[in-house]
T-cell receptor
């Protein structure tokens, strides 16, 4: 079974709007990462947040982490058509060396 | 750096045939992962290697699947015999020594008919 579950499964917004995606996970973690996948391509790392961090920023990306609720959110501000992609959260639970990926959110940004 | 290189990018094969997928990791990365992606099951970890040694192969679905990493520059994932339900995108990804960020190849799109 997957460690992370993203919500919503699909999201459609207009260019310039903000997009928020959520991820819930089941076990304790060392860190949580977000990846992006364009159609027909491999996944690309966006941002990593450690379990002792609550918020992190990178350009137009803002990630929050609430370990008490076992959840994270990814906010993309001022979205662009080029942000259209699937977004995945990934966790590395203690004792498991490899990342476990969630089911992903498909984001469509309308120009 | 050329990134993680996978081949073939696309393969269509008949049921029962042997399929070999190849991966060249990023130079200096000592962990290598094989993932499978399908609409139904999402991204699943099949196996991962650390310093060319298989560490966790619990995700390998059946004995029909095998993976090798004979050296730090090359890995293969083999399916023999292939079945239609093996149709998926197979990703190779690598990581440099505990950095946690993994780098994906572009995937091998496999269709078994």
């Amino acid at each position: 079974s997957q460690q992370g579950e993203e919500d919503p499964q699909a999201l459609s917004i207009q260019e310039g709007e903000n997009a928020t995606m959520n991820c819930s996970y089941k076990t304790s973690i060392n860190n949580l990462q977000w990846y992006r996948q364009n159609s027909g391509r491999g996944l690309v790392h966006l941002i990593l947040i450690r379990s002792n961090e609550r918020e992190k920023h990178s350009g137009r990306l803002r990630v929050t982490l609430d370990t008490s609720k076992k959840s994270s959110s990814l906010l993309i501000t001022a979205s662009r058509a080029a942000d259209t992609a699937s977004y995945f959260c990934a966790t590395d639970p203690p004792g498991r060396r490899a990342l476990t990926f969630g089911s992903g959110t498909r984001l469509q940004v309308q120009p | 750096d050329a990134g993680v290189i996978q081949s073939p990018r696309h393969e269509v094969t008949e049921m029962g045939q042997e399929v070999t997928l190849r991966c060249k990791p990023i130079s200096g990365h000592n962990s290598l992962f094989w993932y499978r992606q399908t609409m139904m099951r999402g991204l699943e970890l099949l196996i991962y290697f650390n310093n060319n040694v298989p560490i966790d192969d619990s995700g390998m679905p059946e004995d029909r699947f095998s993976a090798k990493m004979p050296n730090a520059s090359f890995s293969t994932l083999k399916i023999q015999p292939s079945e239609p339900r093996d149709s998926a995108v197979y990703f190779c990804a690598t990581e440099q020594g505990g950095g946690n960020t993994i780098y994906f190849g572009e995937g091998s799109w496999l269709t078994v008919v």
